[in-house]
């Protein structure tokens, strides 16, 4: 029914759900430096500025409500000193819009070797120049309230969702161990908000006993990490239904590191409002583009005399300034095409979502996602995989 008001009020953030079609919400997140319309695909700028793309583009051409930028890489340079005595990282990247940082703890995985690990916190080794430093979960507030994003993120103990045995348990607790420290050591509550990341790998009773420890602390958000890392895709999209089963619903739900539009579809459906992934501008450095039925690469030499747009029915600049042709052409030898695939895949995922939510509040979600589908695995491609078709019977969606 329109105008469902299930709204949290734990200033500096608020949450309103305006509408739901069965798990899938349409929201509404007020933050410090604006609105964020959910469920929303949040583009990394890991280092404090998106590859390819000025924030002007992010905001007069996309339409972004918020960026995802790094803790570990913002603290190793420019550093969390430099960017406080500019005003934030808000002033520092010339960004007027909201932002959330990452604490660091992602990195405990992804720099695996130049780090080690204990309840203490983990001790790094720079990737840049090889000095050591810790980053504890008091350090990594420390310098998120410094940096001044509107969310930041709890330091967790991060394992990769395939490790199986009493590594996950250990990482889940320690989890909510720091998570606690994090709390403690916050420092501006009445202008940050913290999350907490549930943990637990593809187990789910530690996920529930997670979701339920962590749900405990009364957090403004909450995220769904340790995915997005080899599982199987039907333990990864049962985990992200145990986790938004268990979490609060008054509560935004961000599940961490996804970036492929059938990830984002299958997740929002599952009743999650927060996406990242760098996948959107990483991919376009190699010249793969997002479009109506499925994603292309533009180097092959089929596209060389293809007059159309990237992906059919695309409002995006580059769609409706260029064709496939021009940009196959200039892929080799000129940076502006990178330029112009970047925006074209941050957009298509901003606005693949925009559109779902739109759906939930016209009572046509249904219709949207099975024609996404459908259209993004035609039946010459093989066809909708079965993981999609399991996650979607737990919707209610007919493939």
């Not at 029915?313 to 200039?330: E, F, M, V």
Request: hydrophobic letters at 35%; proline letters at 4%; one cysteine or more.
């Amino acid at each position: 029914m329109p105008g469902q008001q299930i709204q949290t009020q734990n200033k500096p953030l608020m949450f309103k759900i305006l509408k739901r079609f069965n798990r899938c919400r349409a929201a509404e997140m007020t933050l410090p430096h604006g609105p964020v319309r959910t469920p929303v695909y949040m583009p990394v700028g890991t280092k404090g500025g998106m590859k390819g793309l000025t924030s002007e583009n992010m905001s007069e051409l996309i339409d972004c409500d918020i960026m995802l930028s790094n803790t570990y890489h913002l603290f190793l340079k420019p550093g969390e000193d430099i960017m406080a005595s500019m005003g934030g990282l808000h002033k520092f990247e010339h960004w007027d819009r909201n932002i959330l940082t990452d604490s660091g703890g992602f990195q405990i995985v992804s720099l695996g070797e130049l780090n080690s690990l204990d309840e203490s916190g983990v001790s790094f080794k720079s990737h840049i120049d090889g000095r050591e430093f810790k980053l504890t979960p008091e350090r990594s507030m420390e310098i998120q309230n410094k940096i001044g994003s509107d969310i930041m993120m709890a330091l967790d103990d991060v394992v990769p969702p395939t490790t199986t045995g009493p590594r996950v348990e250990e990482a889940m607790e320690r989890s909510v161990r720091w998570l606690d420290r994090c709390i403690a050591a916050h420092k501006n509550t009445d202008r940050q908000n913290l999350f907490g990341i549930i943990q637990g790998g593809v187990n789910d009773d530690l996920r529930k006993r997670c979701c339920e420890l962590m749900s405990a602390r009364n957090l403004n958000g909450y995220a769904i990490g340790g995915l997005a890392g080899g599982e199987d895709k039907d333990d990864f999209w049962r985990t992200v239904k145990v986790c938004t089963d268990f979490l609060p619903d008054d509560k935004p739900r961000y599940v961490m590191g996804i970036g492929y539009a059938e990830d984002l579809m299958v997740c929002s459906l599952l009743g999650a409002d927060m996406f990242d992934c760098v996948f959107a501008t990483r991919t376009a450095r190699f010249g793969s583009v997002f479009t109506k039925y499925g994603m292309i690469k533009l180097k092959k030499e089929q596209y060389a005399e293809d007059f159309g747009p990237l992906s059919e029915g695309c409002q995006c600049y580059t769609c409706q300034n260029y064709t496939r042709a021009y940009l196959q052409h200039t892929f080799r030898h000129d940076q502006s095409c990178l330029h112009l695939l970047s925006l074209h895949n941050v957009h298509y995922l901003i606005h693949l979502l925009r559109g779902l939510r739109q759906a939930v509040l016209d009572d046509s979600a249904e219709k949207y996602a099975q024609e996404f589908f459908r259209n993004y695995y035609r039946e010459d491609k093989g066809g909708i995989p079965q993981w999609i078709r399991n996650a979607m019977a737990e919707c209610k969606i007919e493939l």
